[in-house]
């Protein structure tokens, strides 16, 4: 039994540390200002432009799937990729 403790508090512990790294990588916040239409072969994906709260006055168009409207907040993994236009 001692051993299988062990080993669950080493798993607990392992949880912990993944935990504390996904904080880390928590993303960038930016607000829709603009919908600028609807793209995807069924028309699932929205095309917006965003402000990004972290930077003054930078703004890029982005391509959101669900759901969105001007002054949703959206939590962006990356802020380096920015959408192709539509034509």
Known sequence: RRSSYKAAMSKKSDIKEMEVVDEKEAG??????????????????????????????RSIIRNVKG???????????????EARRLR
Not at 38 to 55: A, L, N, P
Not at 67 to 81: I, S
């Open 67 to 81: 759901p969105v409207r001007v002054g949703d907040n959206l939590v962006l993994l990356e802020t380096e990729r």
């Open 28 to 57: 960038v916040r930016a607000r829709v200002e603009e919908v600028l239409g609807r793209t995807g072969s069924r028309g699932g994906v929205t095309q917006v432009r965003v402000e990004i709260q972290d930077k003054k006055g």
